[in-house]
């Protein structure tokens, strides 16, 4: 009973002023309090003993409550205290016509701020942020599981494997250029020893670029000896076989040849002349641009090329919107339909060379060459992407078998870095709203990482919860 009592004593003033803590409202305006008084009285320089904290944390009071108009005008020494003085004159200085102007527009910024966080979109929009920041939590405990929780080392079987982090599409958005860029656009084209089939990247054999400046004669041509072997169709189209005794023909011709690490870095050593690059390729964001991000990967240069080409364009897409309806957009039967040329098709040289004349035509201006364009790192994303699908689309199966997701989604779930065993995991921390966060978590770009629709998500997740509580 006397323990009661004292309890009743000791909150009674929390009890008087019920109303006012019931709201629960946001503590934004504390926080930001606690920021300005640090701002003015650092921790790190201690004021705690001195006067001078004081004077600090009521020129804070001052700031929070008039602004920066304080300085100049009149202000209580301490709160309980109705004696008033001005700032400046007390310190024997003037505010000056400049402080005080500069004041004043800090005053209006900071009502025009007040009445735009007033407006229905600013508050739609914070509680957006909100929800964004929910969903980060939220996803980042179904990752990581317990591992930052109090006392996770004093227990046994704790549950902290970390599951892997989301991996980035490429992202294929014009690059941001300045109308004072010199920029040097060259065409450029790979022969392999096959196409892409199955993820797996073919090996390099030609490589050839061509400058597009008027009247330049700069080219690139260098052979190289591939580590795989070629398929026959790859053969019979560019001409270039390898004898058995390892040496590398060209339509019967020997030639002079380099290892890859080599050849790359003559290549990369040719545009170095220019100090910005956009390279051209036909079908290159689906073929050339893969192959050679891949070569360069495998020699530790990927870096060095972005130092020196800011972007690549695909003249495929940007042909087809040029010059509608054609029967065919192979380059071959594009040279020969708008130029009436033809040329030696499937030699690298000769390809860099008639593309380069398609890319002189009247009607592919520069804000085509823009619109068209793309990061290097765009390629780079979309590779780690497609590695990460090939490794873990397989798992998924189950899933597609049993109508859970449909393929496209599953591959969007396998190339974000996530397999039926994380999905599992994530189910079994956190359940259909763990699943969720996860699935709509942004990536890098600020995307989601598998879907932000929401019918895909109503449809998918609990579909997949119900597969895992089986």
Known sequence: MLI???????????????????????????EHANREVSLR???????????????RVMAT???????????????????????????????????????EAYA???????????????????????????????????????????????????????DIEQIPSPVSKGYFKPIPRSPQDRIAYVTFDLETTDLIRGGRIP?????????????????????????????????????????????????????????IDSAVSKFLEWLKFYKKVILIAHNGKNFDFPVFMTALASVDRVSELCDVVIGFVDSLPLLKKIFPGQSSYKQENLVRNLLAATYDAHNALGDVRSLGWLMKHEKVTDKYLKDFSFSPEAVKNQLAFNRDKTKNIGSLNPLI???VMKMTTAENVAGSGLCLANLRKIH???????????????????????????KTLDTVIPKLSEFFDK
């Open 428 to 454: 079994m921390r956190e359940g259909e709203d763990g699943l969720r966060n996860v699935f709509i978590s942004k990536n890098s770009h600020g995307q989601a990482r598998v879907t932000s629709c929401r």
């Open 61 to 99: 009071s001052a700031f929070i409550n008039e602004g920066r108009k304080y300085i100049s005008q009149s202000i209580p020494r301490k709160l309980l205290v109705v004696q008033f003085i001005t700032a400046h004159a007390e310190a024997g200085v003037s505010p000056g016509r400049y402080t």
């Open 104 to 158: 004043e527009m800090q005053l209006k910024h900071r009502h025009y701020i007040q009445e735009k966080a007033k407006l229905p979109s600013q508050k739609r929009r914070r509680l957006m942020l909100k929800q964004e920041r929910a969903v980060t939590k939220g996803a980042m405990e179904a990752l990581e599981g317990v591992s930052y929780q109090s006392g996770v080392g004093h227990e046994d079987n704790v």
């Open 203 to 259: 090996h390099i054999t030609q490589i050839a670029a061509s400058d597009m400046t008027p009247k330049s004669q700069r080219e690139f041509n260098c052979y190289v000896l591939p580590k795989i072997p070629q398929s026959q169709e790859a053969q019979r189209i560019s001409g270039i076989t390898v004898s058995s005794s390892n040496v590398l023909m060209v339509n019967g011709k020997e030639v002079e040849t380099e290892t």
């Open 4 to 30: 009661c009592t004292k309890l009743e004593k000791l909150f009674a003033p929390v009890i008087s002023n019920v109303d006012q803590y019931c709201d629960l409202g946001s503590s934004q305006q504390c």
């Open 41 to 55: 009285a650092p921790k790190s320089l201690h004021y705690g003993n001195s006067e001078s904290l004081d004077f």
């Open 401 to 403: 078998a049993a109508g």
